[in-house]
């Protein structure tokens, strides 16, 4: 016999041999048997259905509860973002309040420190009323204290001066 005829011939001869094993049965069983068989086979396809009609109602159920958590977490998703939405908007309004009151801030130091100035101006020409009178150039910088030269011109009328 060739090697590939072996192959084929010896998992049939197998195969044959297995059936052959089996034991025969002995004799037909009796009607009794037979229907005492038949009453078990029902009830246990009873029992299989009721179990498969109980999964589905189960799985049903279940089936209704992942759909309702998969709207909830959708939901809530929708929320979140909203919410990141919402966040990221106040986050930038903040930063510009910020900004405008740092620009306000920065204002304000200026003007005060300008009114500071002036009124230092205003108290220095009311102790030196003669320079008004002379109507010449006057240097501030001694009197405000400051490294930049502050020069005021005063002009006089017959009546008042006025500073510029």
Known sequence: MAPSRALIFLPNLLILLSFGAQPLPA???????????LKALKERIE??????GRDAVERDRLSKNL???????????????????????????????????????????????????QLQVAYQIGRHRYAIAWGGVFDLAHVVGSSVQNVVTFW???SAGSVS
Do not use: G, M, N
């Open 156 to 158: 006089t009328t017959q």
């Open 27 to 37: 004799a037909a069983p009796s009607a009794d048997q037979t229907q005492a068989q």
């Open 67 to 117: 759909r309702s958590a998969e709207l909830a977490v959708s939901a809530a998703q929708s929320d979140l973002d909203d919410l990141r939405t919402q966040e990221t908007a106040h986050s930038k309004q903040r930063s510009d309040l910020a900004d405008e009151r740092a620009r306000v801030s920065a204002s304000l130091d200026h003007e005060r420190a300008t009114l500071a100035i």
């Open 47 to 52: 029992r299989v259905s009721r179990d498969v």
